[in-house]
C-alpha cells in the first residue's frame, strides 16, 4: 500500500505527469497533460480462455500467481505488481530490485504516472498507460473498458485504487488485474467480471464491474470493499510484451516455487528460489539457444548473441514447449530470451 507523506512525493506525481491542477473554493480540476504511449505490442503465453453461459460470456484467465508485497517504506505494491508481470514474460525481478532502479535507498515506493515507467523501461518491458488526460469524467467505466480490452489481449493491466480510511486524492494502493468474465472485449457492462490480485491475499479478488468503483469517501461501494478503482480519475498500465527489436524472441514464462520472497530491507535474509522456465512457440526439431541475464543495465533488445548475458543453453525442440529449472536469489534477478539457432547456408 502506498501513502504520501511528504510534500516532496506530491511534487513528483506534478512534476512526471505535467499536471495542472486548479483549486478554487474546494473543487479541484484537472486540465491536461500529453504523454506519447507505446504501442500494445509483445508475444502472450498460454491463457485460460473459456465461453460459457450459452456463449454469452467469455473468461479470460491469464496464468500469473499471486504473490505478496513488502509491507514496508509506504508498501512495495507497485514493486509487486511489476514483479508478476515480469514473471508472466519470461524474467524475476525481486521486488527490492524494482525499487532499487528509482532509488538505491529504498525510500521512495514505485507509483504508476509517476517513476514505474522508469522502472518498466529499464526491465525492457512494453507497456500502454491508460490516457487520463483525453477521457470525460468520471472516468471508471472507460478505464474497465480499457482493462479488459488489455486482458482479452493477454496483456495484465496494472490498476490504481482508493483504499477505505486512507486520503490521497488519486489513489492509495496498486493491484494487477489478471482475468475477466464479460460479453465482448471493448465495453464497460456492469455485470462484467474482474479478478485482480490486491497483493494481501494469495487467491484473486473477484468483483463484478458495478461493485468496484467509488468517490474519495468511499461511502459507496467502499462501503462494503476495502479497495475500490477512483470513479473520477483513473492511473494505470497495461504490461504489453518485451521491447525486442529482432522480432525473434521465443514467449517465455516463469513462475516461482514460493509466493514470497524475504523482506531484506526489514533485515530477512534472502534465499535461493526455484525457477521454472517455460519457453512456448517451438518448432519440434529446430535448435534453440536460451540466454539469461542477471542485471537489467545488460539486459538487450536486439543482437542478443553479442549482448552481456551470463550463461546460455542450446536445445533441440521435441514439441511446442520446453521446460528449464534454474536457481536465483530472492533479492536479485534473472533475465531469460529465448531465440531460434540460425542455420548456416552451405
Given at each position: 500500500?502506498?501513502?504520501?507523506?511528504?510534500?516532496?512525493?506530491?511534487?513528483?506525481?506534478?512534476?512526471?505527469?505535467?499536471?495542472?491542477?486548479?483549486?478554487?473554493?474546494?473543487?479541484?480540476?484537472?486540465?491536461?497533460?500529453?504523454?506519447?504511449?507505446?504501442d500494445p505490442e509483445g508475444s502472450i503465453p498460454d491463457s485460460e480462455v473459456s465461453q460459457t453461459r450459452n456463449d454469452l460470456i467469455i473468461t479470460r484467465k491469464l496464468p500469473i500467481a499471486p504473490r505478496l508485497q513488502w509491507r514496508d517504506r509506504a508498501g512495495y505494491c507497485g514493486e509487486c505488481a511489476i514483479q508478476q508481470c515480469a514473471l508472466y514474460y519470461g524474467n524475476y525481478v525481486s521486488q527490492y530490485v524494482c525499487r532499487q532502479i528509482i532509488d538505491t535507498t529504498q525510500q521512495q515506493d514505485v507509483l504508476v504516472r509517476v517513476n514505474?515507467?522508469?522502472?518498466?523501461?529499464?526491465?525492457?518491458?512494453?507497456?500502454?498507460?491508460?490516457?487520463?488526460?483525453?477521457?470525460?469524467?468520471?472516468?471508471?467505466?472507460?478505464?474497465?473498458?480499457?482493462?479488459?480490452?488489455?486482458?482479452?489481449?493477454?496483456?495484465?493491466?496494472i490498476l490504481t485504487m482508493f483504499v477505505r480510511g486512507h486520503q490521497c486524492w488519486d489513489y492509495d494502493h496498486i493491484v494487477l488485474a489478471t482475468g475477466v468474465e464479460s460479453g465482448d472485449d471493448h465495453t464497460y457492462h456492469p455485470e462484467d467480471t474482474l479478478?485482480?490480485?490486491?497483493?494481501?491475499?494469495?487467491?484473486?479478488?473477484?468483483?463484478?464491474?458495478?461493485?468496484?468503483?467509488d468517490t474519495r469517501k468511499m461511502k459507496g461501494n467502499g462501503v462494503k470493499h476495502?479497495?475500490?478503482?477512483?470513479?473520477?480519475?483513473?492511473f494505470g498500465c497495461a504490461i504489453t510484451g518485451i521491447d525486442d527489436k529482432s522480432g525473434n524472441l521465443l514467449p517465455i514464462q516463469v513462475t516461482v516455487n514460493q509466493p514470497h520472497e524475504p523482506d531484506i530491507v526489514k533485515g530477512e535474509k534472502p534465499v535461493d528460489l526455484t525457477l521454472e522456465i517455460t519457453v512456448r512457440e517451438l518448432t519440434p526439431g529446430e535448435t534453440y539457444v536460451l540466454y539469461r541475464y542477471d542485471n537489467h543495465v545488460h539486459l538487450p533488445n536486439d543482437d542478443y548473441s553479442n549482448s552481456k548475458y551470463v550463461s546460455t543453453r542450446s536445445f533441440?525442440?521435441?514439441?511446442?514447449?520446453h521446460e528449464f529449472t534454474d536457481q536465483c536469489k530472492s533479492n536479485g534477478a534473472s533475465f531469460y530470451?529465448?531465440?531460434k539457432v540460425a542455420t548456416r547456408k552451405s
Open positions: 500500500m502506498r501513502l504520501f507523506n511528504s510534500n516532496a512525493s506530491r511534487r513528483l506525481i506534478l512534476i512526471r505527469t505535467t499536471l495542472a491542477v486548479v483549486v478554487s473554493a474546494g473543487l479541484v480540476i484537472l486540465l491536461a497533460w500529453n504523454d506519447s504511449l507505446p514505474a515507467d522508469l522502472v518498466l523501461d529499464a526491465l525492457r518491458l512494453k507497456y500502454d498507460e491508460f490516457d487520463t488526460s483525453q477521457v470525460a469524467t468520471p472516468q471508471y467505466k472507460a478505464y474497465l473498458a480499457w482493462t479488459k480490452k488489455h486482458l482479452h489481449q493477454g496483456h495484465p493491466v479478478y485482480f490480485h490486491d497483493l494481501f491475499e494469495l487467491k484473486p479478488e473477484v468483483r463484478p464491474f458495478k461493485t468496484l468503483h476495502y479497495f475500490c478503482i477512483p470513479a473520477q480519475y483513473d533441440e525442440a521435441k514439441g511446442a514447449t530470451r529465448c531465440l
